[in-house]
């Protein structure tokens, strides 16, 4: 079963705050591949996986809010296929309050951005909201807007203060976007030093030399169990995130280069993300079929079976 950990959805792109809003339109408007966050450009994208967890997003700072409200509604309208997370501001002075108002509206985790929402992860009054995730039992996201904006704080994106916390909320799930790009050995090392921490590969699938070199070094650091599937959805879509993984042997084949053994990508893509963050849902499997058409599983099992030729043969556990 196949589970997008990190998903985001809108009704707006003003949501995204100004400047976002503005960078994306611009993107659109020149002919790049489109970035629709819509729930109908969501639900046809994820009709190749079981399940997604759809990410809230908040920064008062840059004007952007996509209300929890939203998030739990989109929810709602297929809860065997979605989970929702909050986005919540740790700078903002309800932000206790708005921890409890989404866990009324049934939403099943927090996410942050200190990137966006400028402070720096160990920041005092965000740590009352670490305590309180870890008193209700609620995964903690640390998540960044894609592409980001000139008021971003670059210095509050390093995964390293992440150890402080973890140390701090020891049986607290925290999860890593983009596996914490461009510190990604930073984020390797952090995962593997907490029980509890782990990253998602969002954003960086859609690098696949990058993509190939993480995975390299988390077999090396071993943490691949430590790594779970997302796909950044709207920047990118599961599908494309389950083929860029298949077909990362294409790098070493005919070299020198190691190879990623199919079976640890086959591991990340249907890791039990919910089990590890201590989600309880009912996720529906096999995913749901729209009618008139038909999901693209059986095109990421082509893929697969492509790459086990290209690598020349059955895959083990040991050929790293």
Not at 49 to 61: E, H, K, Q
Request: net charge negative; proline share 7%; aromatic share 6%.
């Amino acid at each position: 079963m196949i589970i997008d950990l990190h998903t985001h959805v809108w009704a707006s792109l003003d949501q995204l705050g100004n400047e976002a809003a503005k960078r994306v339109r611009k993107q659109n408007a020149q002919g790049h591949t489109q970035i629709d966050g819509s729930p109908a450009a969501h639900e046809r994208a994820a009709a190749c996986v079981a399940g997604t967890v759809v990410l809230g997003f908040r920064a008062d700072r840059l004007g952007a809010r996509i209300p929890n409200e939203f998030i739990a509604e989109f929810v709602a309208k297929n809860p065997f296929r979605r989970v929702g997370v909050a986005g919540i501001d740790p700078m903002s002075a309800d932000c206790l309050d708005q921890i409890e108002v989404a866990v009324s509206l049934g939403l099943v985790g927090v996410a942050v951005s200190p990137v966006s929402q400028g402070f720096h992860p160990a920041h005092s009054a965000a740590m009352p909201i670490y305590e309180r995730c870890a008193d209700l039992g609620l995964p903690l996201f640390v998540t960044r807007q894609e592409a980001l904006t000139a008021d971003a704080v670059l210095e509050f994106a390093r995964p390293g203060p992440w150890d402080e916390i973890a140390r701090a909320f020891p049986m607290l799930p925290i999860v890593i976007s983009e596996v914490g790009h461009p510190w990604i050995d930073e984020t390797l090392l952090l995962v593997g030093k907490h029980e509890h921490v782990y990253a998602d590969i969002s954003g960086i699938a859609s690098r696949p030399w990058q993509l190939y070199n993480m995975l390299l070094s988390a077999s090396s650091y071993g943490v691949m169990s430590k790594l779970l599937f997302g796909s950044g959805f709207p920047y990118n879509t599961p599908a494309r995130t389950i083929e860029a993984l298949y077909m990362l042997n294409a790098y070493s084949h005919g070299t020198q280069l190691p190879s990623i053994p199919r079976a640890s990508i086959r591991a990340i893509i249907e890791q039990d993300s919910l089990t590890c963050l201590g989600i309880d849902a009912e996720i529906a499997s096999p995913p749901l079929e729209p009618d008139g058409e038909h999901t693209e599983s059986p095109t990421v099992e082509v893929v697969s079976q492509s790459q086990h030729s290209t690598v020349g043969g059955p895959d083990s556990a040991n050929e790293m």
